[in-house]
């Protein structure tokens, strides 16, 4: 059988402000749930600004629609009690994985209030508070984060957080699959073993996707900015070609040994289950 046919999946959304948004949410994650992915996850708003939505949909998840679901966490931002309530309250409802993130405060925020001041501090906190009860993941960074001074300082942090006792990353997403067999590589040279799953970001928009993209440092490379400039508002085409091309970078990571595929749903299962059904010859 094809390798990338039985590839494990996990699906991540991000909680809504309506109540109409949330609905639709779970909408797309019944349907995925179909894909029998191995978890699902759902961002928070750093500074604890979707706390309530976080811990709603992460509940509902997990509940209702019977997948188990993963809270991400972030630390600038909230006080140790704050953390600790969460992750009390989650431990209490069953919840058994967590990623847990430094994040990113709005602007507006001011500066970050927070006592840990990084990801790796908040894998010492959860192991600290709650022993081995959580599967952790962390965040990855095939192309440096952002704010990096360069791409060896970024990768020795990386390892900081597995030696602080991550068990698996999930990676920012890119378009680019040598940059994933490059960082993996320099993460085993390092003597870090814990799985490292590429992030999959569908493509449906491109203005919105080229914003987004420039903010958390992932490269567009030319030839798919200039192919997907030159379809303008033909969204048909957009998703069309966006699909061929998440699905053959796909194909390559699973052959190139990534243990599993993160899909960064934005709360919509059609283009994620688009890149599946490709992989699967479905
Ligand atoms: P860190 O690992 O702490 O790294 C942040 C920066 O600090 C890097 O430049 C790193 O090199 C440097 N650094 C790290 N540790 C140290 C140290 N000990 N000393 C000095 N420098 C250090 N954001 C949200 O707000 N909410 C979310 O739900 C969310 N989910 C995400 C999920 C995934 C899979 C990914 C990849 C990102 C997510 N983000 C989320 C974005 C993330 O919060 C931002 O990229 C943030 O800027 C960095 O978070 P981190 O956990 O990677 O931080």
Redesign the pocket.
Known sequence: MNQTNNIPVSF?FFPTKTDAGHEKLIAAGHVLAAENPEFFSV????GGSTRDRTRKTVLQLDSEVKVPTAP?L?CVGDSLDDLRNLLGEYREAGIKRI??????LPSGMGQASGEL?????LVEFIRRETGDHFTI?????PEA????AHFE??LK??V??AQAGADSA???YFFNADCYFHFVDRVRKAGVEIPIVP?IMPITNYSKLARFSDA?GAEIPRWIRKQLEAYGDDSDSICAFGTEVISQMCERLVEGGAPSL?FYTLNQAEPSLDILRNLQGR
């Open positions: 991540e961002t928070y708003g750093a991400h972030s990623v847990a993130l430094r994040g990113d001041r990084y990801a790796n501090e993941e962390v965040a990855a960074y984060h952002p704010q990096a300082s970024d942090n990386f900081r957080k999930i990676t920012q992030g958390c993160h």
